[in-house]
């Protein structure tokens, strides 16, 4: 039975004359990791920025579900009444296309990373992911200054941010230079430290901007590992970005692909491998052409 975490509904985004994404729907499931991939300008970052809310789609919706999946039978109301979000006891339903990214951020909990690291890089590893948890220590201490003198509650907040924080160090094999700037650390190292930090925020949905650039297959294959680990352990649904198809067909559970800003291809990583189209797209070929080309490069 699926279980819908977020759709994307008829979405396009216009830069002036320039449309960057057409017309693109589809549907990510909770519990799954869902791959968005496609040639170099297909308009995946621009994807992930209406999620994510850095930009404001031109048309289209872009809803976000938690809880109770009977709430979906009122996303057609919340649309038409001009709210940002429908909670309850039960869950939240949330328009995304209607918030700002801090709002997507705190309200709808999606956590994002980017495709450059941007860690704090003169932090050590452990104040980066408390920073990460900042909100929770704010509301601990009244929003005053009632956490620098020690309050309890504020005490109590800081003693559980730190052990979340440890506990991610000890998952992405960080424990150790937990005091080292976060500067110094392998480039490897720094991506997984990216992903701890944005799962310190306890996300409903993680998007995750091309997090294997730059990668070797050592680092590659930890990285996998630790992906894997936040959808079966921690039950946390996933949104990738990703070039490197040896990850996408290895973790994903459903892959989405653009071309030119709209979707050519949409199902299991199976399917997609054999896909006529993806793989014209890729070699930047017309479709008749595919097999001609596929046998001259050896695929």
């Known amino acids: 039975m699926t279980r819908p975490l977020l759709r994307v509904e008829h979405l396009t985004m216009r830069f002036?004359?320039?449309?960057?994404?057409?017309?693109v729907s589809f549907t990510a499931q909770h519990g799954e990791?869902?791959?968005l991939i496609g040639p170099n300008g297909a308009g995946k970052t621009t994807v992930f920025n209406c999620i994510t809310g850095f930009y404001k789609p031109t048309e289209g919706r872009l809803a976000l579900q938690s809880g109770d999946q009977a709430l979906w039978d009122d996303l057609d109301t919340l649309?038409?009444?001009?709210?940002?979000?429908?909670?309850?006891?039960d869950g939240g339903l949330f328009l995304l296309e209607r918030m700002r990214d801090f709002e997507v951020s705190r309200d709808?909990?999606?956590?994002?990373?980017?495709?450059?690291?941007?860690?704090?890089?003169?932090?050590?590893?452990?104040?980066n992911l408390l920073v990460a948890q900042h909100r929770a220590l704010?509301?601990?201490?009244?929003?005053?200054?009632?956490?620098?003198?020690?309050?309890?509650?504020?005490?109590?907040a800081e003693h559980a941010s730190i052990e979340r924080a440890r506990l991610w160090l000890d998952r992405i094999g960080l424990i150790d230079r937990a005091d080292d700037p976060a500067g110094t650390l392998p480039y490897g190292a720094q991506?997984?430290?990216?992903v701890a930090r944005a799962m310190c925020t306890e996300p409903m949905l993680l998007c995750l901007d091309e997090p294997a650039a730059g990668l070797n297959h050592r680092e590659s294959a930890a990285l996998n590992d630790l992906l894997m680990l936040i959808r079966d352990q921690d039950k946390t649904s996933i949104l990738l970005i990703e070039h490197d198809m040896s990850?996408?067909?290895?973790?994903?559970?459903?892959?989405?692909?653009?071309?030119?800003?709209?979707?050519?291809?949409?199902?299991k990583p199976a399917e997609i491998r054999s896909d006529q189209k993806v793989i014209a797209a890729y070699l930047g070929v017309e479709d008749e052409e595919?097999?001609?080309?596929?046998?001259e490069v050896g695929l």
Request: hydrophobic letters at 50%; proline letters at 1%; a positive charge.
């Open 33 to 35: 990791i869902t791959a």
């Open 290 to 295: 595919v097999d001609k080309v596929a046998a």
């Open 79 to 89: 649309t038409a009444g001009g709210a940002k979000s429908l909670r309850r006891a």
């Open 247 to 267: 990850v996408v067909m290895e973790i994903s559970d459903h892959v989405v692909v653009l071309d030119y800003g709209e979707k050519i291809a949409d199902g």
């Open 138 to 156: 704010m509301a601990a201490s009244g929003f005053t200054i009632l956490g620098a003198i020690g309050w309890a509650p504020y005490r109590k």
């Open 16 to 23: 002036g004359g320039l449309v960057a994404i057409n017309n």
């Open 108 to 127: 709808a909990r999606v956590a994002r990373t980017f495709q450059n690291v941007r860690l704090f890089q003169g932090m050590t590893v452990l104040e």
């Open 191 to 194: 991506r997984r430290l990216e």
